[in-house]
């Protein structure tokens, strides 16, 4: 076990869940537990059931039997000090309250209640995670606040003070085969802040990169501490939300956090070795680059296999976002003059496939060639669809095998775009063979991209981070 | 008739096909004919066969009996004299080159051919379309180069130096109910060039918006001319390939175009009035708010329906993109106070509906108030998915209905997010039901975006638009 207070109250040994209820959201919490195994006793806690989702239900925390860990509280902000005193009788170790409307309504009555709240959690040695969050994803531990949250473990540590966020990174971070080690939601860090968790990340072995959601910092002093320390040994990835005055102001009601400046914050975020990205979809690039590819040396990119008017993009893409399309190397095109290529002075990088148009074999060997060259830092692949072939005469293996000297021999990405299905006759098979190649590259170890766009960007984020780093 | 000579070559009386097989791609051009309904006689030539995919196929054009207007070329560059002999003689008006291998592969005798090729037609009084393009997608004229492009005919004209390009924007734009007037691919412009279809598109009428994807111009002056003159009239949106370094190098093996600096190419798309856009989803995205939304007035920008986490980035992704998102008016506060709303102080601008949590009605009161205040110039509807809601309860009109007095009111788009198959337990019905919600908006005229990032960035070149159109 970790030396951290976050270990224990990660790894709780029974779950209480206050405002528990047969239907609605998850039976507040309480079947998302099931779903995710939950080993432990849960103990629903509403004074209304004697039985919830197949549990005994209790009228109060401090009516349950055995020892209490972990207690989830949806009950309304109304009756919260109530809770926090059985909490404190029954000495449970943290509470996660997704009750909300406290300090985030922007009204005193109730950013009082919220500070004596943490008052009395204090004096009574319970720490709390929240309020106003969605709280828990420890997978291997069997905890969940959404039904249908995947069941496997990965290296990707998140913090999010928001819980939707929390839910849409690890959804769409899935399809993307990334997983998590845990994933939290903290609102508005009552006690527990953001220090704390990028705390715990930095220590966790089980965390190979953090990803962050971020909209005020409660403490800026040691968050910048922890962050340089941090990401000496493990990249940081952060999404800040409320960059300007509208989002500013809109963190103030979600999470009643004090956002600051866009350019105090990129400075700051640069200074600490940090990676700042500005969307969801962006954060989850460069969280698949760093998982699949941990470090790439250099900017020097060679691209291939897109047809003409792509290339020419993919070219303007991978330059605007920090890329260096060299030009292909004198060499590579020396063997393929040597070699009788046909299309040896006119091929360049990105190499056009259009261009070697029926030239299967003369293509892949291009391909290689350039995979194999030291001048080349990263390798992007562009993987085109198979657009001319059939349900009836397609081989996957087959198709794949041409890409397996590529990968092999430096880091690579893999473009592969979500074509419409409107494209071909066959709507069904297509979308189903796509998602069978995007599987298959990612068997291999590869980041898949939808875009040459998002594949560049996410790059030069792993490059950036390992030049700070080094220097 | 419009009096340009592009008019007469796009509407064929009769189309032979030079190359045409039995298999193949397409045919080489028959099928995508006979799948896009060509109402004419179509001539498939090739000496080797007598029936080519149920048409009597001829040995040379000047074997054809009747007339031929227009000639499909997919026959290798060496052949390409005799073919425009035969052509001159057989008075045909224009030939598409699908050919390629000229002047793109950089080597001299194919560029002296290239020109040879276009002496003769000139002195033959035979136009080209290309060469080393796919020509001609005319869906009222039952032109097509692909099969399965989209049957319906829309507003929007696309030409297009690349045709991979044409046949990726076609199929992105129609799963978007964004349909298409004419698109042409013209590869090298060996003889009708970027200024003669842009010229032609001005004056089309069944052209309201010009989509324009150019590697390199080849009369920059005219051009310049030409496109002051339209975007007076209607909006263009332009995509450049080519804009860096390795970009420029990929445009001359891919069209033998020369393209220019990035500054100098950006500054004279918006002295022009233009529109300029970096990739094909923004595209598409901008064709999609100018199609949808004629005008917006100006960037005071209402954005409602979203969560706590969403709302704040949508803040953030407007400003940055360069939307206007202002406070609450202190009349729409004021009017929820003295209707009792409990949250009359607290919700804001983004309207973060987590706030309104389970009281609907509230909710639906701010976005109606939103949508119908004056102050806001464009109303930006965060669609969330039925995320509570089951096959079984589900009812999609029900769902729209609370949609309808947002809509009607002000110019107003849809951001719908792709949310991940394995968010939602029932994965099949959740795609479905989100494929019926996005149609629904389509059929209430609004365009729809994946993100608000797509949405606000489109948004904001609408504006850019009629700015520089008023000034």
């Not at 990169?209 to 040994?233: N, P």
């Not at 990088?349 to 030291?374: Q, W």
């Not at 390798?379 to 009836?392: C, E, Y």
């Not at 490059?463 to 780093?469: G, L, T």
Request: aromatic share 8%; glycine share 8%.
């Amino acid at each position: 076990m970790l030396n951290h207070p976050l270990e224990e109250i990660l790894h709780p040994g029974s779950i209480a869940v206050v405002g528990a209820s047969p239907t609605g959201r998850g039976g507040g919490f309480v079947t998302p537990l099931i779903d995710q195994g939950f080993k432990g006793p849960i103990y629903p806690i509403n004074p209304k059931y004697d039985e919830i989702h197949g549990f005994k239900a209790y009228g109060r925390v401090t009516d349950i039997p055995g020892p209490v860990d972990f207690v989830i509280s949806s009950i309304p902000a109304t009756a919260i000090l109530d809770l926090m005193d059985d909490c404190v009788a029954k000495k449970v170790k943290c509470v996660h309250l997704f009750t909300a409307r406290f300090s985030e309504t922007g009204r005193k009555d109730a950013a009082d209640l919220e500070k004596e709240l943490l008052r009395r959690a204090h004096a009574g040695n319970v720490r709390l995670i929240g309020p106003n969050c969605m709280g828990v994803y420890h997978p291997k531990q069997g905890m969940a606040f959404n039904e249908n949250m995947p069941k496997q473990s990965g290296p990707v540590g998140l913090v999010s003070q928001s819980g939707q966020v929390v839910g849409e990174i690890v959804a769409r971070s899935a399809v993307r085969r990334i997983f998590f080690s845990k994933a939290i939601s903290y609102g508005n860090a009552l006690d527990f802040n953001e220090c704390d968790y990028l705390e715990y990340f930095a220590q966790d072995p089980e965390t190979k990169i953090v990803l962050m959601y971020v909209e005020g910092l409660r403490d800026g002093q040691r968050f910048t501490k922890l962050l340089k320390e941090t990401t000496a040994k493990k990249p940081v990835i952060i999404l800040k939300g409320g960059r300007g005055k509208a989002g500013t102001r809109a963190t103030a009601s979600h999470t009643a956090s004090m956002a600051g400046s866009r350019l105090l914050w990129e400075s700051m975020i640069r200074q600490c070795g940090a990676v700042s990205v500005a969307d969801i979809d962006e954060l989850i690039d460069v969280a698949a680059c760093f998982e699949r590819i941990p470090k790439i040396a250099g900017r020097r990119t060679a691209v291939a296999g897109g047809s003409g008017g792509s290339s020419v993009q993919a070219a303007d893409q991978c330059e605007e976002a920090g890329l260096d399309i060299i030009d292909l190397p004198r060499d590579i095109r020396e063997t393929l003059k040597a070699e009788g290529s046909p299309i040896w002075d006119w091929i360049n990088n990105p190499a056009d496939f259009s261009i070697a148009m029926g030239e299967e074999e003369a293509a892949l060997r291009i391909m290689k060639l350039m995979a194999e060259h030291p001048d080349f830092d990263l390798f992007i692949l562009f993987a085109m669809p198979p657009w001319r072939q059939t349900k009836d005469n397609f081989d996957l293996d087959q198709a794949m095998q041409r890409y397996t000297p590529v990968v092999s021999t430096k880091p690579a990405v893999v473009v592969y775009q979500d074509w419409p299905r409107n494209m071909t006759p066959d709507k069904g098979w297509f979308d189903e063979v796509s998602e069978q190649i995007r599987g298959k590259f990612h068997e291999m170890g590869l980041p898949v991209y939808a875009s040459v766009i998002q594949a560049a960007r996410a790059a030069v984020k792993v490059v950036d981070y390992w030049e700070r780093r080094k220097a």
